[in-house]
T-cell receptor
Framework: QKEVEQDPGPLSVPEGAIVSLNCTYS??????FMWYRQYSRKGPELLMY????GNKEDGRFTAQVDKSSKYISLFIRDSQPSDSATYLC??????????????FGQGTILTVHP | DVKVTQSSRYLVKRTGEKVFLECVQD?????MFWYRQDPGLGLRLIYF???????EKGDIPEGYSVSREKKERFSLILESASTNQTSMYLC??????????FGDGTRLSIL
């Protein structure tokens, strides 16, 4: 079983829809949680960075962490065709010896059609 | 803004060649990473470095080596390229306690 599970999709939604992307994980030592967006032929870019449980909002994006359920989500409101990309969840330990090493989900391919 | 620059966007090499992929970051980050990304397999960590001349193996180091002679530069070396090393290679860097920032990747084809 993988440490981080993410449904690869693909997910196709109409413009304006609310999108929900999710990851589950098994390692209770994970403390920092990230969402990256990756456009075709580009590197991943950081969207959201959260510590421990709770919600964080940035514009149309909301990241949610539920450590008790080992479950994280990314919500996109009023989705746009420009949101079409692969979304990667990532997480890491808090310990100094981890050197910032991340464990990634497989990525979910999202298409928002006009 | 963090800038991670990978020297080539696309590269075509032949089997058996020694291949060098270069990565430079301009934010004085201690930690640097090399990943490969393949469809259905996600990002897999090859090697990382937490200081100049320091390196540690990731999950799939076989067939690769790395070099970090200066803090800003981290090189990935394919000692003898093989067709199963055809992939997208991504470099990332981070300062302690911060998230990783990625370059735009090198799409490497081994013929």
């Amino acid at each position: 079983q993988k440490e981080v599970e993410q449904d690869p999709g693909p997910l196709s939604v109409p413009e304006g829809a609310i999108v929900s992307l999710n990851c589950t994980y098994s390692n209770s030592a994970f403390q920092y949680f990230m969402w990256y967006r990756q456009y075709s032929r580009k590197g991943p870019e950081l969207l959201m960075y959260t510590y421990s449980s709770g919600n964080k909002e940035d514009g149309r994006f909301t990241a949610q962490v539920d450590k008790s359920s080992k479950y994280i989500s990314l919500f996109i409101r009023d989705s746009q065709p420009s949101d079409s990309a692969t979304y990667l969840c990532a997480m890491r330990n808090a310990g100094g010896t981890s050197y910032g090493k991340l464990t990634f989900g497989q990525g979910t391919i999202l298409t928002v059609h006009p | 803004d963090v800038k991670v620059t990978q020297s080539s966007r696309y590269l075509v090499k032949r089997t058996g060649e020694k291949v060098f992929l270069e990565c430079v970051q301009d934010m004085d980050h201690e930690n640097m990473f090399w990943y490969r990304q393949d469809p259905g397999l996600g990002l897999r960590l090859i090697y990382f470095s937490y200081d100049v001349k320091m390196k540690e193996k990731g999950d799939i180091p076989e067939g690769y080596s790395v070099s970090r002679e200066k803090k800003e530069r981290f090189s990935l070396i394919l000692e003898s390229a093989s067709t199963n090393q055809t992939s997208m290679y991504l470099c990332a860097s981070t300062k302690r306690g911060q998230p990783q920032h990625f370059g735009d990747g090198t799409r490497l084809s081994i013929l």
